[in-house]
């Protein structure tokens, strides 16, 4: 199951007209990339809880072809990480009563192994184990603490910085037992964190951590957009792409339209159909959804320009976010702007 129904407010504005699972990393939702890497390892029916501008998480899954079978539960108000989990489990009766389930969110980018995690489930014949990493400031995140055989011992919530008692921190990724469903409430916000996970602790449940040696970033902010961007033309993140590679670091899809007199210095991502006039520049780790358009002698650098998105003649942008469609009109200079719709297309 996917977790689904969160606002993302803390990326906001891009969140104010995108559900953050599908805002696009590489030009694909976020979400689709998790829903890759289940498929890649033999997971092939997913359900997904849904509430902030739903239909777009739902209409995009039910028309586009991922591997695996897509479910939606739409929440009407929230039931929190382990409430919408029980919902499903009650009204859809989607998790076998003998079958390990994986449970993780749907706006966080990893390419963790979740073959050798289950393996490791099983072999601590754990009820619940979660999937960590290390960061090296671990204050904006929930520090986990473990016993030499990876048993958890305790959690600090956001410890001051300096303080913490360990680098590990909560991921997101769980693997649970269907016992688990045992101890969440019927329709009550309940949540992993707060409310299930104390709870096996305190009952002495076995409750394990598995630490990955693989790429995690949680798509926070701003700041984090951008960098897990950088971290894929870096190679530090290993992502299915649906625009092919024509060069070293450099990505063009079909159908494009590159003036002779433009510039394209890798590395960079130009999506099919993209139009780029003479003069125009595209560098440093810039990206450009399907269809954009950049006008003579414009210069995109260290961007990311989501699909139909415009920068027209002579303008400059570098370090922006350009939503959908918009368009940055001509002979402007923009630095570490974010340029987004006042509306979402569909707010159902």
């Not at 902030?52 to 739902?58: F, H």
């Not at 942008?317 to 923009?334: L, T």
Request: net charge negative; glycine share 10%.
């Amino acid at each position: 199951m996917i977790l689904a129904a969160g606002v993302g407010s803390r990326l906001d504005p891009i969140t104010r007209t995108v559900p953050k699972p599908m805002v696009p990393i590489i030009n694909q939702p976020v979400m689709e990339h998790i829903v890759r890497l289940l498929v890649r390892h033999g997971f092939n029916e997913i359900y997904c809880n849904t509430h902030y501008l739903a239909a777009q998480i739902e209409d995009y899954f039910n028309s586009h072809e991922v591997g695996a079978t897509m479910h939606f539960n739409r929440e009407t108000e929230l039931m929190g990480t382990a409430g919408g989990v029980k919902r499903v489990a009650e009204e859809k009766h989607f998790f076998a009563k003998d079958e390990t389930f994986l449970v993780t969110g749907g706006d966080d980018l990893t390419d963790i192994d979740l073959t050798a995690m289950l393996q490791f489930h099983k072999s601590k014949e754990a009820i619940a184990t979660i999937g960590l990493t290390t960061v090296d400031d671990p204050s904006q995140f929930g520090v986990v603490v473990l016993e030499e055989d990876g048993r958890i011992q305790r959690f600090v919530e956001k410890p001051a910085p300096g303080t913490a008692p360990s680098n590990l921190v909560n991921t997101g990724v769980y693997l649970f037992e269907p016992e688990i469903l045992d101890l969440i409430p019927s329709g009550q916000f309940h949540d992993f964190g707060k409310n299930v996970f104390p709870f096996l602790l305190e009952q002495q449940k076995p409750f394990f951590g598995y630490k990955m040696n693989t790429y995690w970033r949680d798509v926070g902010n701003l700041r984090e957009y951008r960098e897990c961007h950088d971290d894929f033309f870096q190679h530090l993140l290993k992502l299915e792409t649906t625009v092919p590679q024509t060069g070293e670091g450099l990505w063009i899809g079909e159908g494009c339209e590159i003036d002779p007199q433009a510039e394209i210095t890798a590395p960079c991502v130009l999506g099919p159909g993209c139009k780029i006039g003479a003069g125009a520049r595209i560098s440093d780790k810039s990206v450009l959804g399907a269809g954009c358009v950049v006008g003579p002698g414009a210069t995109v650098a260290h961007s990311i320009l989501w699909d139909g998105a415009q920068v027209q003649a002579n303008t400059h942008i570098e370090r922006c976010v350009v939503g959908y469609n918009c368009k940055v009109a001509s002979d402007a200079a923009i630095f570490d702007g974010t340029i987004v719709p006042p509306d979402p297309v569909d707010k159902r």
